[in-house]
Nanobody
Framework: QVQLVESGGGSVQAGGSLRLSCAVSENILSFNAVGWYRQAPGTQRELVADISIDGSTNYVHSVTGRFAISRDTAKNKLFLQMNSLKPEDTAVYYC?????????????WGQGTQVTVSS
């Protein structure tokens, strides 16, 4: 039903920048929060950044000051601007949105886009 499609991944050298985009098939404000997760080989998927319905943002400590999450509510698009990239940022990045329905959390995921940062 809900579709999220990421784009913008690629390979860059350390210190470079990338901007990830996510197109959401439904009203982006119908989600409690939308955000970005990442998963590196052999690691658990982690939350990178999200933005709640009220516009408040949250970042994992390792990207604070380097990454910026934003949204275009008119176009139902989500973005992640990634600056000063480091090799440890290498991962598959996933777009996510969730809705709370009573006490049940419903998550929706994109297919993922690869980000590779070389030293």
């Amino acid at each position: 039903q809900v579709q999220l499609v990421e784009s913008g991944g690629g390979s860059v050298q350390a210190g470079g920048s990338l901007r990830l985009s996510c197109a959401v098939s439904e009203n982006i404000l119908s989600f409690n929060a939308v955000g970005w997760y990442r998963q590196a080989p052999g690691t658990q998927r982690e939350l990178v950044a999200d933005i709640s319905i009220d516009g408040s943002t949250n970042y994992v400590h390792s990207v604070t000051g380097r990454f910026a999450i934003s949204r275009d509510t008119a176009k139902n698009k989500l973005f992640l601007q990634m600056n000063s990239l480091k090799p440890e940022d290498t991962a598959v990045y996933y777009c996510n949105g969730f809705r709370m329905m009573l006490t049940e959390r419903h998550d929706y995921w994109g297919q993922g886009t690869q980000v590779t940062v070389s030293s």
